[in-house]
């Protein structure tokens, strides 16, 4: 190696090391920067979905056009931000489909979401949706996993009328429903306890060919519920990843003309996360590169001392 070529690489190591000692206030300002810009400018990167929500699409896919399915809301708004993106598309997907939808909350304010979701996509994207034909809420039912009991066998029993006071029979889409035997889909977004575990235990278990089951989870509870699929579980999708992928099969099938963001909300939180985790990789691999490189200089350092 030349004179030049040796000092031009004791300068590089020099500089790398000095990485070690950066302060580290602009190592929060860059993570700021990294979160806040995707954030403001609504930056939205494009997915390549995973086997998990292929396999959730494909589920819904495979239900007959037009068939009933009973929808659970099993959180509350400290869950909103990894479950609604997937409410939002689940429910768009189930109408485009022609589904008919039974609605209930197993969580006190799971009735709102519920409610909200209503509002900003079924009826705003499918204004032919009419009420007790096409869709019915039944609304918050207390007791936990002895309400899924329950609606194995004895779903007026469970709930006697609908979120306004309807008795059942005055309702033609749940004038006949019984069981959950009689639905061919159900969908529960699940954030914790009652939720998804709970359905396959008190009802999948019971009846593991009657109907199928498709889940939503939060990142948290996720590990508790791969277990439970494919057998128990015939699609799954886990947090706001999961959610993002399947936005991009549903929009990819049925696209929509009027306020696309209503399905990229998956897709543009996930934006901040992306650019937040390359930083950190970066910073590790710089960091990692800094302490050979300081490692290196102190050995060269201590052999010129020993000539």
Request: hydrophobic residues 45%; aromatic residues 8%.
């Amino acid at each position: 190696m030349t004179t030049d070529e040796h000092n031009t690489a004791g300068g590089l190591r020099a500089q790398l090391a000095r990485v070690s000692n950066l302060d580290r206030r602009w190592i929060f300002l860059a993570m700021g920067l990294a979160v806040g810009v995707p954030i403001l400018l609504k930056l939205r990167f494009p997915e390549v979905p995973g086997p998990l929500a292929i396999a959730t699409f494909n589920a819904i896919e495979a239900v007959p056009e037009g068939s009933r399915v009973l929808i659970a809301f099993d959180y509350d708004p400290a869950s909103e931000g990894e479950l609604q993106p997937m409410a939002n598309a689940m429910l768009h997907h189930c109408a485009s489909r022609k589904h008919k939808m039974v609605f209930i909350a197993l969580w006190p304010l799971g009735k709102q979401m519920a409610d909200e979701t209503i509002k900003n996509v079924l009826l705003a994207f499918h204004p032919q949706y009419q009420y007790g034909t096409d869709y019915v809420q039944l609304g918050y039912k207390a007791g936990n996993e002895s309400v899924i009991k329950m609606m194995t066998t004895n779903i007026p029993q469970a709930f006697p009328s609908d979120a306004s006071g309807k008795t059942l029979s005055e309702l033609p889409l749940v004038a006949d429903l019984e069981s959950v035997q009689q639905v061919e889909l159900i969908i529960t977004f699940s954030a914790g306890y009652p939720g998804a575990k709970e359905w396959v235990q008190y009802a999948k278990s019971s009846y593991p060919d009657d109907f199928v089951l498709v889940a939503g989870s939060t990142g948290v509870q996720a590990n508790q519920l791969f277990p439970y699929y494919p057998k128990q579980m015939e699609g799954m999708l886990a947090a706001i990843k999961g959610a993002a992928e399947y936005e991009m099969l549903v929009t990819a099938k049925y696209p929509v003309t009027k306020d696309k963001e209503r399905f990229e909300e998956g897709r543009r939180r996930m934006g901040p996360q992306l650019v937040a985790h390359l930083l950190m990789i970066g910073l590790i691999l710089l960091g990692n590169v800094a302490m050979v490189a300081g490692r290196s200089r102190q050995s060269r350092g201590g052999q010129g001392a020993v000539r």
